[in-house]
């Protein structure tokens, strides 16, 4: 039988490993899901937002950005606001509504991805789901919250919530280079661009610090260590895969684990 609640999918990995645009791919695939972004819950850069946009319940708790290396930090687990975080998902798990949900089904970042592709995936899911009643859990769709720090010691409050979880990687020079293609980035107060050395400074030692025990010997460009990922429930992606493979290769992780959760088995 399925959990009572909404079925959680999380994916994560490193910045610019690809975690969005693959979000959105599912969501457009999997039938009502519901898109959370890790990146929407970052805290205020500074003292005077909070009061202007916290409510009320949460200005006590409020805690401004840290540093690292002489610029906001952006990739650690102090940046981000856990507890709205985990009352966003506790809420949509419980079919409750909330804020800090985007639009079912959300296209934005598609379109990197062949249209043909969401749609052959997307026409198997359908039937997949019908000859299997219930196993998008009792609120008939996926929960899907993608961000850079899922599966962290840090946030283990925020992995233990995750039903379902996916892992994606790049490479340090792969991470740079698709950093440096950005114009930037939206932020609570406005816009943020990467300073100088900012990914080999601040980016990419809190990604090793944060996940180098996922990895054989801790070296997160090689192995992943089999017996902690297993232990964890951690379906982690191929380096070299592209995207089209990528995205079919996550379909079948979510499905092959949703059907373990519907036959009783767990993931």
Not at 239 to 254: H, K, N, Y
Request: hydrophobic letters at 45%; a negative charge; glycine letters at 10%.
């Amino acid at each position: 039988m399925p959990p009572p609640l909404g079925i959680t999918l999380g994916i994560s990995g490193v910045s610019s490993s690809g975690k969005t645009s693959l979000a959105h791919r599912l969501a457009l695939i999997f039938p009502h899901t519901l898109l959370l972004h890790q990146d929407d819950f970052y805290r205020p850069e500074s003292e005077s937002l909070f009061s202007l946009s916290l409510p009320p319940t949460l200005v006590a708790n409020a805690r401004r950005l840290p540093w690292r290396a002489g610029a906001r930090d952006y990739d650690c687990a102090a940046s981000i606001d856990l507890p709205r975080l985990q009352a966003a998902l506790t809420a949509l798990r419980a079919r409750a509504p909330s804020e800090d949900v985007a639009p079912e089904g959300a296209a934005a970042g598609a379109e990197l991805v062949s249209e043909q592709l969401v749609r052959r995936l997307a026409g198997e899911v359908a039937v997949w789901v019908r000859e299997r009643p219930g196993v998008l859990g009792a609120r008939g769709g996926l929960v899907l919250l993608e961000g850079f720090l899922l599966y962290a010691e840090s946030v283990r409050s925020v992995r233990e919530m995750l039903d379902v979880r996916l892992f994606l990687r790049a490479g340090l020079d792969e991470v740079r280079e698709r950093r440096a293609r950005r114009s930037g980035y939206p932020t609570i107060e406005g816009f943020w661009q990467d300073p100088e050395g900012y990914v080999d400074d601040v980016v990419w030692p809190n990604y090793v610090e944060g996940h180098a025990f996922l990895f054989v010997g801790g070296d997160v460009a090689g192995e992943g260590e089999e017996r902690v990922l297993n232990g964890l429930r951690i379906r982690m992606a191929e380096m070299e895969g592209g995207v089209d493979e990528t995205l079919v290769w996550a379909v079948e992780e979510v499905k092959r684990a949703l059907e373990h959760i519907w036959e009783g088995e767990g993931v």
